[in-house]
């Protein structure tokens, strides 16, 4: 042990000075100013899915009537309704 702390003394400083830089704290958020940013990155989430579900459901919408135009009378005709409208007062 002895002989590791003489070593550690004969050893020469290092050449260039070791600068240490002290940061100042930033100024704490208070609760309100956390719960503004946490709403504001909420809205932007939820405006997001938002517009994408309306994108989507553009998109299935369109699908739908543009597959329906293709379907001939003699191919609805041979579909079998359900039965889920009520029938129509005379």
């Known amino acids: 042990m002895r002989r590791y702390n003489d070593l550690m003394l004969m050893q020469a400083p290092p050449s260039t000075p070791i600068i240490v830089r ?16 946490a709403v504001g990155l909420t809205g932007v989430i939820a ?4 517009g994408f579900g309306i994108v989507l459901a553009s998109a299935i919408i369109g699908y739908r ?5 293709g379907v001939t009378d003699e191919e609805a005709a041979q ?12």
Do not use: F, I, N
Not at 47 to 50: F, P, Y
Not at 65 to 69: H, Q
């Open 22 to 37: 002290v940061v100042e704290p930033s100024e704490v958020s208070g609760l309100g100013t956390v719960l503004m940013q």
């Open 47 to 50: 405006l997001g899915a938002l």
């Open 65 to 69: 009537k543009l597959k329906a135009r």
């Open 79 to 90: 579909t079998q309704s359900l039965g889920l409208t009520p029938p129509a007062h005379k």
